[in-house]
């Protein structure tokens, strides 16, 4: 590493500091890899290598038909990939391309400049896609980057080194911090300007608005954060019964469930939820799931309080937001751990919940035939069979896996009679086929279960890999209820809750092969970490923003509340750098000042001395220009340097100063 300093060191200006920007520019576009097409990151790498090789190699530049014809091949593969040239993906795309191409061209200061401020725009296209902690910190590295290269672009001729202009510009970053802060407590906050379309989860935990069964040989748990909760007063439900809802899937093709429309579902009124028991109070933050589904413990009869959004509830108890989460969001909400819902009778809408495709799933049918027709089942409500169904997945030999393999078409056939195994969507599709086989109405409850306790921050972490799916089913008198049929083959799973783990990263593996302890400390800390990071910064709503005019005085703050404090603070931190700019001006040396002010008086009256020139040498140069006209000019010049450096001098610099202001200062004599 040194010896490359040391060589880097020797090179040219100019080669130095266009590596230097090339190391800001590969800084700023590393984190946009992963959201960028392969090739886009291919050909800025290239280009960035290449741009390099010449800077170190002095060699010209590649011409204009090069550069154009490069332009020309990105545009086309740009647009191919995206099929538009607008957009969010697709522009930055073209920032990133531009960024790159631009260095092929950059050979005088104002080519630097526009690769500056390009360079700037495409910092900002990383928080398109995250505002996480880590990204934030990698922004902030890039940002100082490109300030010390202006610094430096600016500096005189030379070799001046990088560290100066970096100190340079990690000061003027610490003086705008406090502008920075004030926009970023007091600026109004609006709703997201953009949105993004999701991306197919297919073969990962977490939640989708369709479960289509034994499509999926290896299931891969992502461990990614899909919430936190932190509950009022520290009230926490058992595990078992953390139970966060979302999609109900209730129609069933043979191999994809998916929800029913909304004219099938009925009025929201209709679910008819029914609570005992004391209320759990807790506030979620969602993480961006770019989906409208709003997280709640199971079951809410209030829909929770979302600042920005409105919030729709639906007849089966899942609350939906009006637009998709695209940002972190955090919400208060209230649930009932012990509650009943729906019809408690009989009626037509619950035939939804019984239908099957004919001549799907036959030896399910005929396993619900055999059931029916036992003497202990002939007249069995719905818990009976329940209880029954429950009991053949605990002593028939099913397990619980995460590798099933390829099912067939008939998947509730493959799960209870020949494979016996699968995920939590393979038994909990088989259970509810087995169910409306019996004539018992049932349906799919997608959502998350379980989760563990930060200890360092008390927050309830729920992971993409706690997604989970079980089943309710409809009993007359008591209306839907709850089955959690993955229960019954893994207890574990649901109960105690052994938690699934993914496998974890080589440094994360390192670190827990020496130490478990340490890796899960060293992890939880992180995480509590980032969670500040979403509480305090990302989640900065408008409503907090109103909360904190009220901490100082304000009764009901308003947006144009925000906007006057904002603007006062801005003036008042104008004026105070203009006045801190008047008092360093008034602590540089008068007696230097007052100097240049006679020069400017020869120089103005045709007399140019130079700016090393001492008062006694400017005065012998006035006398010999102006004659007796500049000999009250002579006698002022010799008081003032005699101020300066006389023992004693009855002059002071004031008088000195009134005195500079009665002098009558020699015409310009153009003879002369």
Not at 118 to 125: R, V
Request: with cysteine; hydrophobic share 45%; glycine share 6%.
């Amino acid at each position: 590493m040194n010896k490359f300093m040391r060589e880097i060191s020797t090179l040219p200006r100019d080669a130095r500091d266009t590596l230097f920007l090339l190391i800001v520019i590969a800084l700023i576009v590393l984190p946009q890899a992963e959201n960028l097409p392969w090739w886009c990151s291919a050909i800025t790498a290239m280009v960035l290598v290449y741009r390099g090789t010449l800077a170190i190699e002095a060699r010209p530049l590649p011409g204009k038909w090069a550069r154009v014809g490069l332009l020309v091949l990105t545009l086309a593969a740009t647009y191919a990939t995206h099929r538009t040239l607008l957009g969010r993906d697709a522009g930055v795309t073209l920032v990133v391309i531009l960024l790159a191409l631009k260095t092929l061209e950059l050979r005088a200061r104002r080519d630097a400049f526009v690769l500056f401020f390009l360079g700037f725009f495409a910092m900002l296209t990383n928080f398109f896609y995250s505002q996480s902690l880590i990204t934030a910190f990698t922004m902030l590295l890039a940002l100082l980057g490109l300030l010390t290269a202006l610094v430096n672009a600016h500096m005189p001729v030379g070799k001046p080194p990088l560290m100066l202009a970096a100190r340079t510009a990690s000061w003027m970053a610490l003086l705008g911090a406090p502008i920075m802060l004030a926009l970023f407590l007091l600026f109004p906050r609006f709703a997201p300007l953009w949105g993004t379309p999701a991306d197919a989860m297919a073969g990962r935990t977490g939640l989708s608005n369709t479960m289509r069964v034994g499509t999926i040989a290896e299931l891969a748990l992502d461990d990614r954060i899909a919430a936190r909760i932190k509950f009022e007063n520290d009230r926490v439900p058992p595990q078992s019964q953390l139970y966060f809802r979302g999609p109900v899937l209730a129609q069933f093709d043979g191999r994809e469930w998916t929800a029913l429309p909304s004219w099938l579902r009925g009025a929201p009124a209709s679910g008819n939820l029914r609570t005992s028991g004391q209320p759990v109070r807790y506030e979620i933050t969602l993480e961006p799931s770019h989906r409208p589904w709003l997280l709640t413990l199971d079951a809410a009869q209030s829909p929770p309080e979302v600042p920005g959004f409105e919030v729709l509830g639906t007849p089966d108890l899942q609350w939906l937001a009006n637009r998709p989460i695209t940002d972190l969001v955090r919400y208060r909400a209230e649930s009932h751990t012990q509650f009943e819902s729906g019809p408690t009778r009989r009626t037509p809408a619950l035939r939804t919940y019984l239908a099957l495709p004919p001549g799907t799933n036959p030896r399910t049918a005929a396993l619900a035939a055999e059931m029916r027709a036992q003497p202990a089942l002939a007249n069995a409500d719905a818990q009976a069979f329940v209880r029954a169904a429950l009991q053949r997945l605990r002593t028939g030999g099913y397990t619980y896996t995460l590798e099933p393999g390829i099912y067939g078409n008939d998947t509730a056939d493959e799960f209870w009679f020949d494979r016996k195994e699968g995920f939590c969507e393979h038994i909990a599709s088989a259970f509810v086929v087995l169910m409306r086989g019996l004539g018992v109405p049932a349906r799919i409850v997608t959502g998350y279960q379980g989760g563990e306790l930060n200890s360092v921050d008390n927050f309830w972490v729920l992971r993409q890999s706690d997604a989970h799916a079980w089943a309710e089913v409809w009993q007359e008198g008591v209306g839907w209820m709850r089955v959690d049929p993955t229960g019954a083959v893994a207890p574990g799973r649901v109960g105690q809750f052994q938690r699934l783990v993914p496998q974890p990263g080589l440094f994360a593996g390192a670190i827990g092969t020496l130490s478990p302890t340490l890796a899960q400390n060293v992890r939880a800390a992180w995480e509590a970490v980032n969670n500040g990071w979403n509480q305090w910064v990302l989640n900065y709503t408008q409503s907090r923003q109103l909360n904190l005019l009220k901490s100082i005085g304000f009764q009901a703050p308003s947006l144009e509340d925000l906007a006057y404090v904002l603007l006062y603070l801005l003036v008042g931190a104008s004026l105070a750098g203009a006045g801190w700019a008047m008092w360093e001006r008034s602590q540089h040396d008068p007696w230097l000042r007052l100097l240049a002010q006679a020069r400017a008086r020869l120089a103005k009256a045709g007399l140019k001395v130079p700016e090393t020139a001492p008062p006694r040498q400017m005065a012998a140069q006035a006398e010999a220009r102006f004659g007796p006209a500049a000999q009250a000019v002579r006698d002022w010049l010799l008081k003032l340097e005699a101020q300066r450096y006389a023992e004693t001098s009855p002059a002071s610099l004031a008088a000195l100063r009134s005195e500079f202001r009665r002098l009558n200062w020699p015409a310009p004599n153009p003879k002369r």
